[in-house]
């Protein structure tokens, strides 16, 4: 009995030291177990705190960041909008002061042309009424010759003196009662008169008048040619038309009368082609360049309508016909200008 409670005695320290030492054991294991758990789960809560403060860190830059850039931009913007509008201003204003220049220049060129112009016609008349003194006095030596008279009722004309002219022209035809010229140029004067006077009884009487000249003096070109132009102010084209050809068929080399017939005709194309015959038969037909110039103006060509006019200018006759071209030439090139400046087509007929 007694070993039995010895053995039984050893055995429970034995076991209780097994079991001591297996708890311990195990223990151990599961301390170093969790040890590991702890490191494990230390380094996985410092990468995710890593992320979420990446991420809080990042969103915080970029909010800065776009705050600073918004008010950097916003400054650069305030700073080019101050420099832009200085740049316009000065460019506004280089501009207003070279369009400035320009519209002086231009008026200053057509005040310098309107007091050429008045200049030019004040001499003009004074020129005018010394020859008419030249052409009274060869009237007071030879009260008899009717080329006096003829050539002074023609003077008086261009001095807007019709009535004395027509007197000088009667007295003419007295004297030389075949004097076709005289009788023609005779009824264009009352013509003229009556028609800017607007009394339809006197240009009626007019008319009558030149159908008596080109009956009496069938071979008078110069009588077909101013009953056409008459006729043309009327608007009766087509007996003009036929007037025309009846001064063609006589004078044919007249470059005049073809330059008359083809400035008043609506087909632009025909006008030009009988103004081009004009030039043809006498190239230094001042007149020709001239209405050719007007005629290319209407169809909006105006380079070659300033060409003519330049020609008409080197071939002008007098200073007063030298103003007039040189307005004419003038204005088309202000019309250049113009359409190149904005683009714009040039109005045509």
Same mark, same amino acid.
């Given at each position: 009995m007694c070993l039995q409670k010895e053995l039984k005695v050893c055995l429970q320290k034995e076991l209780?030291?097994?079991?001591?030492k297996e708890l311990k054991v195990c223990l151990q294991k599961e301390l170093k177990s969790s040890v590991c758990l702890q490191k494990e789960l230390k380094v996985c809560l410092q990468k995710e705190l890593k992320v979420c403060l990446q991420k809080e860190l990042k969103v915080c830059l970029q909010k800065e960041l776009k705050v600073c850039l918004q008010k950097e931009l916003k400054e650069l913007k305030v700073c080019l909008q101050k420099e832009l509008k200085v740049c316009l201003q000065k460019e506004?204003?280089?501009?207003?002061?070279?369009?400035?220049?320009?519209?002086?220049?231009?008026e200053l060129k057509v005040c310098l042309q309107k007091d050429l112009k008045v200049r030019l016609q004040k001499e003009l008349k004074v020129r005018l009424q010394k020859e008419l003194k030249d052409f009274n006095m060869a009237a007071d030596i030879d009260t008899r010759n009717p080329d006096v008279y003829h050539h002074r009722g023609q003077l008086k004309i261009l001095l807007d003196q019709v009535d004395e002219a027509v007197g000088d022209f009667d007295e003419c035809i007295i004297l030389r009662p075949d004097s076709a010229l005289a009788q023609a140029q005779k009824c264009f004067a009352l013509y003229r008169q009556a028609y800017t006077g607007n009394n339809s009884s006197q240009v009626q009487t007019a008319m009558d008048g030149f159908e008596d000249?080109?009956?009496?003096?069938?071979?008078?070109?110069?009588?077909?040619?101013? @009953?056409?132009?008459?006729?043309?102010?009327?608007?009766?084209f087509g007996k003009a038309d036929e007037m025309y050809d009846k001064c063609i068929e006589l004078e044919p080399d007249n470059a005049t009368t073809y330059v008359h017939k083809g400035s008043w005709k609506q087909d632009l194309d025909l006008g030009l082609d009988l103004i081009s015959k004009a030039i043809e038969i006498d190239t230094k037909c001042d007149f020709a360049y001239e209405t050719m110039g007007t005629i290319e103006v209407q169809r909006g060509n105006l380079d070659r309508a300033i060409d003519m006019f330049n020609k008409a200018i080197n071939l002008a006759k007098s200073e007063m016909e030298m103003a007039h071209l040189y307005s004419l030439c003038d204005a088309a090139y202000?019309?250049?200008?113009?359409?190149?400046? @904005?683009?714009?087509?040039?109005?045509?007929?």
């Open positions: 209780k030291v097994c079991l001591q506004h204003k280089v501009c207003l002061q070279k369009e400035l220049k320009v519209c002086l220049q231009k000249v080109i009956r009496r003096f069938p071979k008078c070109a110069e009588g077909y040619a101013l @009953y056409a132009q008459a006729l043309t102010d009327q608007q009766q202000a019309q250049t200008e113009v359409a190149k400046k @904005y683009g714009l087509k040039p109005p045509t007929l």
